[in-house]
């Protein structure tokens, strides 16, 4: 049974900093390309990072560059999304994307995990 389970989200003030983690089973985590997306209320989902299986290629919208961290260990099955900096206009409801296409393409989702920005 594939699982994605985001946690650490949670209320911030502007400044701060969190640690979003996704830990990962049922699939073989580390032939994925995992990323972080959020969406914000009434606004369409959006790629936040990503990182390759082999945590060798990173890549993150121009909003957060040089805010925000996207690293994976294979080893423990589980991707991290450091946030430092943090603005009112990141909070949303962040999501853990798990993809990969061979033959077939494969997209898994987490639940999602609300982080607010406020002071």
């Known amino acids: 049974q594939v699982q994605l389970v985001e946690s650490g989200g949670g209320l911030v003030q502007p400044g701060g900093s969190l640690r979003l983690s996704c830990a990962v089973s049922?699939?073989?985590?580390?032939?994925?390309?995992m990323s972080w997306y959020r969406q914000a209320p009434g606004k369409e989902r959006e790629l936040v990072a990503l990182?390759?299986?082999?945590?060798?290629?990173?890549n993150y919208a121009d909003s957060v560059k040089g805010r925000f961290t996207i690293s994976r260990d294979n080893a423990k099955n589980t991707v991290y999304l450091q946030m430092n900096s943090l603005k009112p206009e990141d909070t949303a409801v962040y999501y853990c994307?798990?993809?990969?296409?061979?033959?077939?393409?494969?997209?898994?989702w987490g639940q999602g995990t609300q982080v607010t920005v406020s002071s």
């Open positions: 994307n798990a993809a990969r296409s061979v033959s077939k393409y494969y997209n898994y």
């Open positions: 990182i390759t299986s082999a945590g060798r290629t990173t």
């Open positions: 049922g699939f073989t985590f580390s032939m994925f390309v």
